[in-house]
C-alpha cells in the first residue's frame, strides 16, 4: 500500500477514538495550565500506540513531549497540540479539534514510518490562550533539532495557509492608594484616578506607535462606592505589534507612563506582564507541501491577502526554533468568530469531526513528505534561515 493511503486508512481507522478525545476535550473545558484531564487522556492514547510519554515537561505540569521513533537519528518530525479553554466560553476556539488531530497525526505518520530510522514528537503544549505555554518549552529548547513544527488551527469560513500571526503582550497595572471619605477627599490617594491618567496617556501615545501595533485595554477594578475614594484599582491590556523587537519599546513605553500615572496621585504602583509572544514566521516549503496534501484530500486552500487582519499565538516562538506552520481549515461556519459560543459550538459538530480527520491525514502526509524528500528538508531549512532565524534572539 502507497504510504500515504496507509496513512488515510490509520486516520479513519483511529476515527472513533480521535472523535471521542475531541469531545471529550470539549465536554470538559480546562483552563491554561490545569488541563489535568485533557493531558491524561491523550498521555493513554499515545501509549495505547506505543509512543514514550514525558510528563510534566520543561518544568510545566500539564505539558508533555511523546516520542516514537529513534530521537536524534534521522528525519525528527514534530507536531503540536493545544487543549486549553478560555475563562468562561470553554471550547470557543476549537482546541479540543487541535489536540484530537495532532494525535491522529503523530500516531498515523509512526506507524506508516515503523522499523525506519526518523522520529515523530508530538509536544502537548498548553496555556496558549493566557501564558504562552510554547514559549517556556521554546526557551528550554524543547524544539530545537526538529526538522519541522506543525499543527492546525480550525476557522470558521477560511481554508488558509502561510497567514502569519502578531507579536503579542498582556499587561496587568494595578494602582494602590489610600481609602478616604468622598467629602474629605484629600485624606486620600485616588487610586481610580491614577488608572484614568494611564488611558488618557495611552490615548495619547498611540500615534507614536508603529502603525500595525494595537493595544485594548480594560479598568477590572475601580473602587466600591462613589462616595469613598478608591484605594484599589486595577486595569489590563493586550499589547501586540507586528514584530517583537516593536512590541518590547512599546511595553517600555507603558510602564514609563504607569509610574507616572502613580507619581501623579501618590499611589503605589505593580505591573506585570505575560512572556512576549513573537510573531509567526510561516515556513513556504511547508506550507505548499501542507496545501497540496489537502487539495490531494479534496479540501482546497487559499493563501491569505497581503493586508489580512492577524491574531496572535506562542507558535510564533517554535517558528523562530523550527520550521514551522499553523493552516486553518474551515468549519463552514461563516459568522463563528473565534472566542465565541458560536465557534465553541461549531468545534463539536459533524464538519468538526471531519476537519479532525482531514487535519489528521493532511499533517501526517506532509509530514511524511518532509521525512522521506531531502530536497524538501533543503528548501524548508533555506526558508528558515532567511526568514525566521534571524528573529530568535532580539
Request: glycine share 8%; proline share 6%.
Amino acid at each position: 500500500m502507497d504510504p500515504k493511503q496507509k496513512i488515510a486508512a490509520a486516520v479513519e481507522r483511529l476515527a472513533p477514538e480521535l472523535t471521542a478525545l475531541s469531545h471529550e476535550v470539549h465536554a470538559h473545558p480546562e483552563l491554561g495550565m490545569q488541563e489535568r484531564q485533557a493531558v491524561a487522556w491523550q498521555k493513554a492514547l499515545l501509549e495505547k500506540y506505543g509512543f514514550v510519554v514525558e510528563n510534566p515537561c520543561c518544568g510545566l505540569a500539564t505539558a508533555y513531549r511523546a516520542v516514537k521513533g529513534t530521537p536524534g537519528k534521522g528525519p525528527q518530525i514534530g507536531f503540536l497540540a493545544e487543549y486549553d479553554a478560555l475563562n468562561g466560553l470553554g471550547h470557543a476556539c476549537g482546541h479540543n479539534m487541535i489536540c484530537a488531530a495532532s494525535c491522529g497525526a503523530a500516531i498515523a505518520l509512526a506507524e506508516a514510518l515503523e522499523g525506519r530510522e526518523g522520529a515523530v514528537v508530538l509536544f502537548g503544549t498548553p496555556a496558549e490562550e493566557t501564558s504562552g505555554g510554547k514559549i517556556v518549552m521554546a526557551d528550554a529548547g524543547a524544539f530545537d533539532g526538529l526538522d519541522c513544527a506543525m499543527m492546525f488551527h480550525p476557522s470558521s469560513s477560511e481554508n488558509l495557509v502561510g497567514a502569519g500571526s502578531l507579536a503579542v503582550t498582556d499587561v496587568f497595572v494595578e494602582f494602590h492608594g489610600t481609602s478616604a471619605h468622598s467629602s474629605r477627599p484629600a485624606l486620600g490617594v485616588n487610586a481610580l484616578t491614577s488608572t484614568l491618567h494611564l488611558f488618557a496617556a495611552v490615548n495619547a501615545q498611540l500615534h507614536l506607535w508603529p502603525n500595525k501595533s494595537k493595544i485594548n485595554g480594560i479598568i477590572t477594578a475601580g473602587g466600591t462606592a462613589p462616595n469613598i475614594i478608591p484605594e484599589f484599582s486595577a486595569c489590563a491590556f493586550s499589547m501586540r505589534a507586528e514584530k517583537l523587537n516593536q512590541l518590547r519599546p512599546m511595553y517600555a513605553d507603558l510602564e514609563r507612563m504607569a509610574r507616572a500615572a502613580a507619581a501623579m496621585t501618590g499611589a503605589e504602583l505593580k505591573i506585570e506582564h505575560t512572556p512576549f509572544c513573537s510573531e509567526r514566521y510561516p515556513n513556504r516549503p511547508l506550507d505548499e507541501t501542507f496545501k497540496a496534501n489537502m487539495e490531494a484530500l479534496g479540501e482546497p486552500m487559499s493563501w491569505p491577502e497581503p493586508d489580512r487582519m492577524s491574531g496572535s499565538s506562542d507558535i510564533g516562538n517554535v517558528s523562530v526554533r523550527a520550521p514551522s506552520i499553523h493552516p486553518y481549515l474551515s468549519l463552514h461556519a461563516p459568522g463563528a468568530a473565534g472566542h465565541t459560543p458560536e465557534l465553541r459550538e461549531a468545534s463539536v459538530s459533524s464538519r468538526a469531526d471531519e476537519v479532525v480527520l482531514l487535519a489528521a491525514k493532511g499533517l501526517a502526509m506532509t509530514g511524511l513528505d518532509v521525512f522521506q524528500s531531502s530536497e524538501l528538508r533543503a528548501a524548508m531549512k533555506a526558508d528558515f534561515e532567511r526568514n525566521a532565524l534571524p528573529n530568535k534572539v532580539r
